[in-house]
């Protein structure tokens, strides 16, 4: 345990500084309390997690999560409180302690202006599996810096994985969706082995994508020289299907033609977006013109589009 002010400044007597509250008294007549055989009080703030483990989960989790900011002094004082209270038992197996979400450099927070809901990011036209793509491809150890370019990368990155996938579904168009993860190809076992090392890693996601797009790069060679036929090319979506466990963020339909006059409303939001400097979702409207094998060409006479 730590000294520090916060806990100097609470407004009762302590044998020893270091000392946290389990029960509270109220301090407001009105306040929230419940009446116990030690007082009127209500539960201190770290007491409340260590009684619900108790209560959902009974002796204690295998798992328990938090911010990096809660390590000292909540998560501390839970072990404390919890293996003093049972000392037979083992509170947590394994704690996973996050990093701080960025927006453009600053730690998000109400009091800046920079603080959003999932919700207000798509509302922003922002794509939701971009959101999600970036957020699981960052170690939950590192700071994320949270940013439009970030977003614009992540789709990018998507769009690689998403036109490998829809070159094998064009050549195997009558698949379906019951994916089995056996495999038979040596370097494909190879590949799932590598995955799941990866992750079994502390959560290596980083390593775990670097196998995944080393993936997609074989498999685009492998489709360029003819050199698969049917069942190896089920493999192949197989094991995108496979990562995509993790990733959630692949479209495992067959594509279908966009009509022309959709592609024109397309193109014209896409304008207004422009004009309005909003850049996400002009990136966005490529994106998935793009995923539909359509081509957007700036000129000066205005915008071209053609299929690839």
Same mark, same amino acid.
């Given at each position: 345990?730590?000294?520090?002010?916060?806990?100097?400044t609470?407004?009762?007597e302590?044998?020893?500084?270091?000392?946290?509250?389990?029960?509270k008294?109220?301090?407001?007549?009105?306040?929230?309390?419940?009446?116990?055989?030690?007082?009127?009080?209500?539960?201190?703030?770290?007491?409340?997690?260590?009684?619900m483990?108790?209560? #959902?989960?009974? =002796?204690?989790?295998?798992?328990h999560?938090?911010?990096?900011?809660l390590?000292f002094? !909540?998560?501390?004082?839970?072990?404390?409180?919890?293996?003093?209270a049972?000392?037979?038992e083992?509170?947590v197996? &394994?704690?996973? !302690?996050?990093? !701080?979400?960025?927006?453009?450099g600053?730690?998000?927070?109400?009091?800046?202006?920079?603080?959003? &809901?999932?919700? %207000?990011?798509?509302?922003?036209?922002?794509?939701?599996?971009?959101i999600r793509?970036? *957020?699981?491809?960052? !170690?939950?150890r590192?700071? *994320?810096?949270?940013?439009?370019?970030?977003i614009?990368?992540?789709?990018?990155?998507?769009?690689?994985?998403?036109?490998?996938?829809?070159?094998?579904?064009e050549?195997e168009?009558?698949?379906?969706?019951?994916?089995?993860f *056996?495999? =038979?190809?040596?370097?494909?076992? &190879?590949?799932?082995?590598e995955?799941?090392?990866?992750?079994?890693? %502390?959560?290596?996601? =980083?390593?775990?994508?670097?196998?995944v797009?080393?993936s #997609?790069?074989?498999?685009?060679?492998?489709?360029?020289?003819?050199? =698969?036929?049917?069942?190896?090319?089920?493999?192949?979506?197989?094991?995108?299907?496979?990562? %995509?466990?993790?990733?959630?963020?692949?479209?495992?339909?067959?594509?279908?033609?966009?009509l022309?006059?959709?592609?024109?409303?397309?193109?014209?939001?896409r304008?207004?977006a422009?004009?309005?400097?909003?850049?996400?979702?002009s990136?966005?409207?490529?994106?998935?013109?793009?995923?539909?094998?359509?081509?957007?060409?700036?000129?000066?006479?205005?915008?071209?589009?053609?299929?690839?």
């Amino acid at each position: 345990m730590k000294t520090g002010t916060r806990y100097d400044t609470d407004e009762y007597e302590k044998e020893d500084v270091r000392d946290f509250v389990l029960w509270k008294s109220p301090k407001l007549e009105g306040e929230t309390s419940w009446y116990t055989l030690v007082g009127t009080g209500r539960p201190g703030w770290h007491l409340e997690c260590s009684a619900m483990i108790r209560k #959902v989960y009974g =002796s204690g989790v295998d798992i328990h999560t938090g911010g990096v900011d809660l390590l000292f002094p !909540h998560h501390e004082n839970e072990i404390a409180q919890s293996e003093g209270a049972f000392p037979e038992e083992s509170f947590v197996k &394994t704690w996973l !302690h996050s990093e !701080h979400l960025l927006v453009d450099g600053q730690k998000m927070s109400k009091s800046k202006g920079n603080f959003y &809901t999932l919700r %207000d990011l798509i509302q922003q036209g922002l794509d939701p599996k971009a959101i999600r793509f970036l *957020l699981i491809s960052t !170690h939950y150890r590192s700071k *994320l810096n949270f940013s439009t370019d970030r977003i614009a990368e992540a789709s990018a990155n998507i769009r690689k994985i998403q036109n490998c996938l829809d070159r094998i579904l064009e050549l195997e168009p009558d698949i379906k969706a019951d994916f089995y993860f *056996l495999f =038979s190809i040596p370097f494909v076992q &190879t590949w799932k082995k590598e995955f799941e090392e990866s992750l079994a890693d %502390d959560l290596n996601i =980083s390593k775990a994508l670097a196998v995944v797009f080393e993936s #997609v790069k074989q498999i685009n060679s492998l489709l360029d020289t003819n050199q =698969s036929d049917s069942k190896q090319r089920i493999e192949y979506i197989q094991i995108l299907a496979y990562f %995509d466990r993790i990733l959630g963020v692949l479209n495992f339909e067959s594509k279908k033609d966009l009509l022309d006059s959709e592609i024109d409303s397309l193109i014209e939001e896409r304008q207004i977006a422009r004009k309005n400097k909003d850049f996400a979702r002009s990136d966005a409207i490529r994106d998935q013109l793009l995923a539909q094998g359509i081509l957007i060409e700036d000129t000066k006479e205005g915008i071209r589009w053609r299929k690839k």
